[in-house]
């Protein structure tokens, strides 16, 4: 994948490129994984030498230094205090001029339109590498009156969305890179978190992974969960992982927590905040729920499901048709709907479990 990157940014560019992959880092999801991924696979792509650039501190910041990754300190800034953006912008020339960058990606319109100036004078290739759908918000409108050098997609129906930010120019689709190279086993996952949670070993486990944002869906499921209720009352509960990072996360969990309390799934639902080990949580899972009720750009976290032997079940928009493979033991749903939810997890649930003695 990184060679596939390498090829993308790097045309006409001498090997090795030097690039800077340029982030917020004061949030963690899908994003912050790539860019972990990233530093921990340096050694396979040895055309290009990466280094990052954060405006937070926070998890994503450490996880690079862990990871043995060159880390740079931008220094954080508001659009609605614009002097704050001048001793960014400042920092950010000291540093591309300094190391000599061919490159520098952005992961979002939010630094875009901050520092994308800032890149080109130092005569930077600027790569805009959409990882959600791009046009609808007011950032993105602003980062219309700077084009790129080249638009990259981490999906091809999130590709759609940018081609007007170019123009006709050069974009492409890159899909997210995976990292497998320290799947967890079973055994360990079980050893750990059965003890940890005291799960009976004949309870099934719904797993959810995602950040606490309506379009995942988790109304959707804690509506389905209680239609299921009705009809399989014992042997199954549902973990739900993904921490609170802002207010409105927090107002959105405790309107959750209200509902499942309403529908009377308040007992079967495990809620385990921001989590480092959801590889081990899919390796325990028998069932992966992700059921979106708007599009997913792409989706690293099926992918990662799929890798641990884990069924999916999601709903069949966006770049969860790209993700999800729609064969066996996966269920791409056809709309978002909780009755059609809860007759696709009644019938997995009385599938005998993936963990279930041959």
């Avoid at 190279?181 to 959810?208: C, F, W």
């Avoid at 509960?237 to 107002?251: F, P, T």
Wanted: proline share 5%; charged share 20%; glycine share 8%.
């Amino acid at each position: 994948m990184l060679k596939k990157l390498a090829k993308a940014i790097g045309e006409g560019l001498p090997k090795p490129i030097k690039v800077l992959h340029l982030a917020s880092g004061n949030l963690y999801g899908g994003i912050e994984k790539i860019l972990t991924t990233f530093a921990k696979n340096q050694a396979c792509s040895p055309d290009l030498l990466q280094d990052f650039g954060v405006c937070f501190h926070g998890r994503l910041r450490n996880e690079l230094i862990e990871a043995g990754a060159t880390v740079h300190d931008i220094g954080s800034f508001r659009f609605s205090r614009p002097w704050s953006l001048v001793p960014v912008r400042e920092k950010l020339t000291k540093i591309l001029n300094a190391r000599g960058y061919d490159a520098v990606i952005f992961y979002g319109s939010w630094q875009y339109v901050a520092l994308v100036e800032t890149a080109k004078k130092a005569n930077c290739r600027c790569v805009f590498w959409a990882m959600n759908y791009f046009g609808s918000g007011w950032l993105d409108w602003l980062a219309k009156w700077s084009k790129p050098h080249i638009a990259l997609a981490c999906s091809r129906d999130v590709e759609r969305t940018v081609t007007s930010f170019c123009f006709g120019g050069n974009h492409q689709t890159v899909f997210p890179p995976l990292d497998l190279s320290d799947l967890p086993s079973l055994l360990v996952a079980q050893e750990r978190l059965g003890s940890q949670y005291k799960v009976h070993k004949d309870t099934k486990i719904i797993l959810m992974a995602a950040r606490l944002d309506p379009y995942k869906g988790h109304r959707l499921l804690i509506d389905a969960l209680g239609k299921l209720l009705e009809k399989i009352p014992k042997g199954w509960e549902v973990w739900m992982a993904g921490g609170v990072q802002r207010l409105q996360e927090q107002l959105y969990l405790e309107k959750l927590q209200a509902l499942a309390k309403k529908v009377g799934v308040a007992e079967k639902i495990r809620w385990l905040g921001q989590r480092s080990d959801v590889l081990e949580l899919m390796a325990m899972a028998d069932l992966f729920c992700h059921p979106n009720q708007g599009p997913e750009p792409f989706g690293v976290v099926f992918l990662e499901a799929q890798a641990m032997g884990c069924p999916v079940i999601t709903t069949a928009i966006g770049g969860a048709l790209e993700a999800v493979e729609d064969v066996g033991i996966n269920t791409l749903l056809a709309k978002p709907c909780p009755d059609l939810l809860a007759q696709t997890l009644e019938k997995h649930l009385l599938m005998p479990g993936r963990h279930a003695a041959p």
